[in-house]
């Protein structure tokens, strides 16, 4: 195996798991994956839509 297909095979376990991971590991493999802001907000949003579950919550609004 080279490189590559190591680096496939290793994603294609982290996205199989993301949702059982806790917060903490969620964030140390992103913060890894990641080395500036255009891929950041790429991954996050797929990250987010893959897993609904990992999406935050809506912030609340004020009910008048």
Not at 29 to 42: E, M, P, Q, R, Y
Not at 44 to 50: Q, R, S
């Amino acid at each position: 195996m080279d490189d590559i297909q190591i680096s496939i095979l290793l994603g294609r376990a982290a996205l199989k798991v993301w949702p059982q991971l806790p917060p903490e590991a969620q964030e140390m493999l992103f913060k890894a994956a990641t080395d500036d802001g255009v891929i950041a907000n790429a991954l996050g949003t797929y990250l987010h839509d893959y897993h609904p579950r990992t999406a935050h919550p809506p912030k609340p609004t004020v009910v008048a």
